[in-house]
């Protein structure tokens, strides 16, 4: 199997993490603090309104107006999208590619696989966030932002099973360059 490469990064961690924090501030600031996965319920009570309005009304969670409607979640979501859409084709890293050098190195050219991979990791993280009434982006980035308690013990967990994941998925390093 060949080589596989990949660039360093544009900005230096701590860069990125302290550009994060500013935004966290400002979300908090103009309206509320970030968070992702409200949106998927949003989208699932449009789509129950749609079939049976009745039952999504009344139903104690997914009834509630956080819920039923289309608002600035949606729009943080979309921007989150285009802007790292943008920002890869600023920064000329955008590329339409099937698999990772990441993936490559440590699975070989098996881009189906890696998809069903992804597909189920995703959702696994989905189901657990809406369990927890919350997902990761939330609970860590904002939970932090706001001095939460609850984000210490989220945080030390959701990277430490995040880096032994890593490891057991990518043992292998591809060159960095």
Not at 114 to 122: E, P, S, T
């Amino acid at each position: 199997m060949e080589k596989q490469t990949v660039r360093k990064s544009v900005l230096p961690w701590w860069i990125a993490g302290l550009l994060l924090a500013a935004v966290q501030i400002a979300a908090i600031g103009i309206n509320q603090p970030l968070g992702v996965s409200t949106q998927f319920v949003v989208a699932d009570t449009q789509i129950i309104n749609t079939i049976n309005p009745e039952y999504g009304q009344n139903h104690p969670l997914i009834g509630s107006e956080k819920y039923q409607k289309i608002g600035y979640g949606w729009w943080l979501d979309i921007g989150l999208i285009a802007g790292a859409f943008v920002a890869s084709v600023a920064i000329g890293r955008w590329k339409l590619q099937y698999t990772t050098a990441w993936w490559k190195t440590n699975h070989g050219p098996y881009p189906l696989m890696r998809f069903l991979v992804c597909f189920i990791g995703g959702f696994l993280i989905l189901l657990g966030s809406r369990f927890g009434h919350g997902c990761t982006s939330g609970q860590f980035a904002s939970g932090w932002a706001q001095l939460s308690l609850s984000a210490v013990p989220f945080t030390i967990t959701f990277f430490g099973f995040g880096m032994l994941t890593a490891w057991i998925f990518y043992p292998k390093a591809p060159v960095i360059e």
